[in-house]
């Protein structure tokens, strides 16, 4: 199977839910700068999450690019992924909501292990198809990044629970490394 239309399909998938997250951001009520500061944590939010929708966006497209073939188990992996970052905009406003409650900036961070399980589900399923000796599979090796993201994430959203700014500040980490393209598939391009 062609991998073109798994990569068109996420595309789209993608622009849609970055544009549902700036939908759901409010309007402010004055005309002046103060009339935004209210809204200045969800907007910081709304940045981290922009940023991590292309983060998984731009690593997705990497993968991609070193691999040859897609197959049906590729397809449900890719899905699992996009349902998770289609998540993304709904635990965006839940946070806002509730003045970043511990619970919803939890939720956030479960979103994102889900959607780096997906991820990492899909890099499995196109190893298996491309074969383990793929230009995917020697790239990612071990993948000791994911894993350390994976746990980071993890630690955060028990951290919500005790403060609310840690997780976000594990958030932010985690996306501050991932933020440079993978370089390990960069250098097998």
């Known amino acids: 199977m062609h991998k073109g239309r798994l990569e068109a399909f996420t595309d789209g998938v993608i622009a849609v839910i970055i544009t549902i997250m700036v939908l759901e951001m409010k309007v402010p009520q004055g005309t002046d700068f103060a009339a935004l500061a209210p809204g200045l944590p969800v907007f910081l939010v709304y940045v981290l ?3 991590n929708v292309a983060i998984f966006w731009n690593n997705h497209h990497h993968m991609l690019q070193v691999s040859e073939r897609v197959d049906g188990w590729a397809l449900w992996a890719n899905m699992f992924l996009l349902f998770w970052l289609s998540l ?3 635990v965006i406003r839940w946070m806002d909501e509730t003045d970043f409650a511990a619970l919803p900036t ?3 961070g479960f979103v ?3 959607a780096s399980i997906g991820y990492l589900l899909l890099e499995r399923m ?3 198809i491309n074969g383990a000796d793929s230009r995917l599979a020697r790239a990612v090796g071990s993948d000791l990044k994911a894993k350390l993201s994976l746990s980071t994430y993890a630690a955060a959203i028990g951290l919500a629970f005790v403060q609310s700014w840690i997780a976000i500040a594990l958030y932010i980490a985690v996306a501050l490394l991932w933020f440079v393209p993978d370089r390990r598939i960069e250098k097998i391009i």
């Open 126 to 128: 196109l190893i298996a």
């Open 112 to 114: 994102l292990v889900m």
């Open 106 to 108: 939890a939720s956030y």
């Open 88 to 90: 993304v905009p709904f």
């Open 49 to 51: 999450s922009y940023t």
